[in-house]
C-alpha cells in the first residue's frame, strides 16, 4: 500500500488520504493512524476526524500550521492496525417482524433466499464501526454478508423511523433520526446510539465492533 497523502484544507485542517478505494484494510489504518494522532499529544490540534479512506487533522491556526500538523503526523507513521479483538463489541437488540422490515421480503427475493435466512446471516454477522457521518450518530458498519448484500434503491423513501436496521452493499446501518433512505430495511433496534452526554455523545467509537441479538415485538 502506497504511503498517505497529505493536503492542506483552508487554513486549520490536513487531510490525511491514504487510498481512493473503499476496503477494510485501508480503514483499519485510518483507525489506528487517528488512535495514534490522538494519543500523540500534537500541539494546537484540536479534533481528528476519520472516515472510510483518509481522516481530517483539525488545528489552530493561532499554535501550529500545515507544515508542522504534517511532520507531526508524518513520525507516527507506519501504523499497525488494531485487532477487532482490542475493540470495545457491543451487541444490539433488533426486531425483524414485518412492519418494522419492510423491506426484508425484497432483499430475501434479491439474494434468493427464504427471509430467515436473510435474518440469520445478518444476526450471525460481527459488523465494525468504520465512520459516521450523513446525519448524527449514523455510524457505518462495515461486514454485511455477501450472500445478503444488494445495492442501494433506485429512489430514497421519506420518513423512515429512528431504529431501523438498514443495509446496501457491503454496510448496515441503524438510523437515529426520522431521515429519507435508498437503502433496504430489514428490521428495528431501540438501542440508543446518541446518548445525550456531550462528554460522549455516540454509543461506539470507530473501530469498535457490533453484533444484532433478535428480540420478540415485546421487548422493544
Not at 42 to 59: D, H, R, S
Not at 83 to 98: E, G, K, N, P, R
Not at 144 to 162: C, L, S
Amino acid at each position: 500500500m502506497n504511503a498517505p497523502q497529505f493536503k492542506p484544507v483552508a487554513d486549520h485542517a490536513v487531510l490525511v488520504e491514504f487510498a481512493s478505494e473503499i476496503s477494510d484494510d485501508v480503514n483499519r489504518l485510518v483507525i489506528a493512524l487517528d488512535h495514534a494522532i490522538t494519543m500523540a499529544q500534537i500541539k494546537g490540534l484540536q479534533e481528528v476526524v476519520p472516515a472510510l479512506v483518509n481522516l481530517l487533522v483539525v488545528f489552530d491556526p493561532l499554535e501550529t500550521d500545515h507544515v508542522q500538523v504534517e511532520k507531526d503526523v508524518r513520525s507516527l507513521l507506519p501504523v499497525s492496525p488494531d485487532s477487532d479483538a482490542q475493540a470495545t463489541h457491543h451487541t444490539l437488540d433488533i426486531c425483524y417482524d414485518d412492519d418494522f422490515s419492510p423491506d426484508l421480503v425484497a432483499v430475501a427475493k434479491a439474494c434468493g433466499m427464504s427471509e430467515d435466512a436473510v435474518i440469520q446471516a445478518h444476526s450471525s454477522a460481527r459488523y465494525r464501526v468504520g465512520m459516521y457521518g450523513f446525519a448524527p450518530g449514523y455510524a457505518y458498519l462495515a461486514g454485511v454478508p455477501e450472500a445478503i448484500q444488494v445495492p442501494r434503491k433506485t429512489a430514497p423513501v421519506r420518513d423512515i423511523p429512528a431504529g431501523s436496521v438498514m443495509i446496501a452493499g457491503p454496510q448496515c446501518l441503524a438510523t437515529t433520526i426520522v431521515m429519507p433512505t435508498g437503502w433496504s430495511i430489514i428490521g428495528r433496534t431501540p438501542a440508543k446510539i446518541m446518548t445525550g452526554n456531550p462528554d460522549r455523545p455516540f454509543l461506539f467509537d470507530v473501530g469498535d465492533t457490533v453484533s444484532f441479538n433478535r428480540i420478540r415485538r415485546e421487548a422493544l
